[in-house]
């Protein structure tokens, strides 16, 4: 069987906005009645109910960065539910997250690549398409993944990483801190404070270091930024590490830390995620298990759309 070649188009947060906008007011005009007024509004957030989906949203998905695995996957979903005049926008975490408000705020129509955990759920009333295919597998988990060493030169971080295990909500406290505006040291260290019952048993028994240097590797996700900021604020007020937080893309994040440039990663995605990385890398790094579980990708709409399934955005 042969698939065609799918369409990419990379912009930027700009960008993501003005093809949104065009795209709302060119697609199906019968929708708006003679006077071509919206009518969002008095649709009382039934959208999609009148036209296929695929019309209102210009057939596009939007999407984050190009090298996500979220991505590949949505390219592989488009593909496997013969979506085949559907274009995935490649662009960033930001410029999803900006499309996604300015839609929910006109109660617009929009498909986005979507993870748990992120503070957009928090904020928004948001579904996840069900998958009938498993295209984006079952739940995920994120690993905390430490360079081969670790354990022998600095065995007082290597038994904390491997301790460390949190919620979804946990994390979600500190993103949805993040996005309403505090630092994400601030707001690493005031989670901490507010709860050190949850980290005693990370550190209990721990000898603290003097200074030793400890880097932590991770992606500019939310998720992410709020997972490592936590940890930094734990090894260096509690266990004496000065640590460097390396913020890179997935790749070199994996690379960093198979060839010691990086000593440990608590944002490794497995199995679907960063499988690539992980099936090129594991022999040369050490995977501490996870530190989170039940994690989740696919596409997201807003609730009020009058869709269920990924199968629903084939034209009819």
């Excluded at 698939?3 to 990419?8: E, G």
């Excluded at 979507?114 to 295209?135: A, I, N, Q, R």
């Excluded at 994120?142 to 060493?149: D, F, L, N, P, Y």
């Excluded at 690379?255 to 960063?274: M, Q, R, Y």
């Amino acid at each position: 069987m042969k698939f065609k070649k799918l369409k990419f188009r990379s912009v930027g947060l700009l960008a993501v906005s003005v093809v949104l906008a065009a795209g709302l007011a060119a697609c199906n005009p019968d929708r708006n009645g003679a006077s071509g007024t919206n009518n969002n509004a008095a649709e009382g957030g039934n959208a999609g109910a009148t036209a296929n989906i695929g019309d209102q949203v210009k057939h596009q998905i939007i999407g984050i960065d190009p090298g996500a695995g979220i991505m590949k996957a949505t390219a592989q979903a488009i593909q496997d539910y013969g979506l085949d005049n559907w274009t995935l926008v490649e662009g960033s975490g930001a410029a999803m997250t900006a499309a996604l408000d300015k839609a929910i705020k006109n109660e617009d129509p929009i498909i986005i690549t979507g993870w748990t955990p992120h503070w957009m759920f928090s904020k928004y009333d948001l579904k996840y398409l069900e998958d009938p295919k498993k295209v984006y597998g079952e739940a995920e988990e994120i690993h905390t993944i430490a360079r081969k060493g670790l354990k022998e030169d600095e065995p007082t971080a290597y038994e904390f990483l491997d301790r460390f295990a949190w919620t979804d909500k946990q994390m979600g406290e500190i993103m949805t801190a993040i996005q309403e505006g505090q630092e994400p040291e601030a707001a690493a260290k005031a989670w901490a404070d507010a709860n050190e019952d949850a980290i005693a048993p990370w550190i209990e028994g721990l000898k603290p270091v003097d200074g030793k240097p400890l880097k932590l590797a991770y992606v500019a996700w939310d998720s992410e930024i709020a997972s490592t900021n936590l940890l930094k604020y734990v090894l260096e007020s509690k266990l004496g590490y000065k640590v460097t937080a390396l913020q890179v893309e997935a790749g070199p994040m994996w690379t960093g830390i198979a060839n010691g440039d990086a000593d440990a990663s608590v944002a490794a995605w497995l199995p679907l995620t960063h499988a690539d990385y992980w099936n090129q890398f594991k022999d040369q790094l050490e995977d501490l298990g996870a530190n989170m579980t039940g994690v989740k990708t696919g596409l997201v709409v807003p609730s009020y759309m009058d869709i269920s399934s990924i199968e629903d955005l084939k034209d009819k």
